[in-house]
């Protein structure tokens, strides 16, 4: 159910999601300062490659002091608006009782996407 799951998931849009945060995961590396966002927005697009069967868990250092420090800048320059984006088509899957399953996803995506740093993907 997973496979087909997360096959459904990349024909609907997941591949462009995924290749997106990869690109601009490659655009922060471009500068040492950016290498740690960059870093953030790989995991996150590894999990929105293949969101299904997977779980966002606090990591080792969820609540270290670098961790906080570096949520609190990702959250400032644009952690806010990929959360509400993927909030918005949460909801908007959710509509129909096909699209739930994927909405579900999005709002597990979101989270991630709000507070990246010292989660980990299971």
Do not use: R
Not at 8 to 26: N, S
Not at 67 to 92: P, R, Y
């Amino acid at each position: 159910m997973k496979f087909l799951g997360n096959l459904l998931w990349l024909v609907l849009g997941g591949l462009i999601v995924a290749l997106y945060y990869y690109l601009m995961g490659l655009l922060f590396c471009i500068t040492i300062i950016g290498i740690p966002f960059g870093v953030q927005l790989f995991k996150i697009g590894t999990f929105a490659l293949w969101p299904f069967g997977h779980e966002v868990i606090p990591g080792p250092n969820d609540s270290g002091c670098l961790a906080i420090i570096m949520n609190v800048i990702w959250i400032i320059f644009g952690g806010v608006e990929i959360a509400l984006t993927h909030l918005t088509f949460g909801v908007i899957c959710c509509i129909t009782i096909i699209g739930i399953p994927f909405g579900l996803q999005h709002f597990k995506m979101a989270l991630l996407a709000l507070v990246p740093f010292g989660k980990t993907i299971s």
